[in-house]
């Protein structure tokens, strides 16, 4: 099971690419059998279930491969591979390296994700979290700005689902309680992508989640819009994730946790 194992796969450190790669290459090896196959598949659900060896997965082209060819194995495979395409879709900001992946407009420390020794994940372990002290000391825009690019390819991406027809959902946990001042939107190879309703709304009633929804079916053209939220040296390549927040609305302290980014 995954508790069983999934302690024992984690001390494996960067060696946990062996099982990795030889599962993913029997997945395309004509000369396997359907049985070694199919527990190539489930090596592979395995990993698509723990979320800080999930991302992994595709750095391997017969991964990716699963979102665009059609299987003629068993119906037994076809069941494990929706599974793992599944999981897939749904990816954690692990791997993020701060000095490169991350900017604001003002300081901010953060918290990275990291898995707990046990395997029983918290939502700390999970969350990327970014905290802002005395926000009006050190600027007086009107507007705090910052970004976090995802560790994934734009190239990936687009393997996964036609961009146009691609939907990014962002979730996150904010100090602010009730309501929340911070308004996302998503910059692809460079071109801007506001969300679909102005604010984030809640995933539930009763979950403290925030989520914030981009179609990648129309970019935002409008010069005001694109200056306002491409500053702050917005990377041109590669999914970036920008958060905007009037500073009148934002508490002088506060913290942004980053949850999931989810490939609809």
């Not at 993913?24 to 199919?38: F, P, Q």
């Amino acid at each position: 099971s995954l508790l069983q194992y999934g302690p024992v796969l984690r001390k494996l450190g960067p060696e946990i690419i062996v099982p990795q790669a030889t599962a993913a290459k029997l997945i395309e090896d004509t000369r396997a059998d359907i049985e070694t196959k199919y527990r190539a598949y489930k090596i592979l659900n395995f990993f698509s279930r723990d979320a800080f060896l999930r991302s992994m997965l595709l750095d391997y082209k017969e991964v990716l491969h699963l979102f665009s060819k059609k299987l003629h194995d068993s119906i037994e495979i076809e069941s494990i591979v929706e599974q793992i395409k599944d999981k897939l879709k749904t990816l954690p900001f692990t791997g993020i390296y701060v000095d490169d992946d991350a900017s604001a407009t003002v300081p901010f420390s953060t918290h990275l994700p990291a898995p707990d020794p046990s395997f029983m994940d918290k939502p700390k372990n999970l969350l990327l979290m970014l905290t802002f002290r005395d926000i009006s000391l050190y600027t007086t825009d009107e507007f705090v700005h910052f970004w976090i690019k995802f560790p994934i390819s734009f190239e990936t991406l687009a393997q996964m689902r036609p961009v146009k027809k691609t939907f990014l959902s962002v979730e996150f946990l904010d100090t602010h309680g009730a309501a929340t001042p911070w308004r996302i939107a998503v910059v692809c190879q460079g071109t801007l992508y506001n969300s679909i309703h102005e604010t984030p709304s809640r995933k539930t009633d009763d979950e403290p989640w925030w989520v914030s929804t981009i179609s990648l079916k129309k970019p935002t053209t409008d010069p005001a819009k694109c200056d306002l939220w491409m500053q702050n040296d917005v990377p041109q390549e590669g999914v970036v994730i920008v958060f905007l927040g009037t500073r009148s609305a934002l508490k002088e302290s506060c913290t942004v946790g980053l949850g999931t980014l989810q490939i609809k």
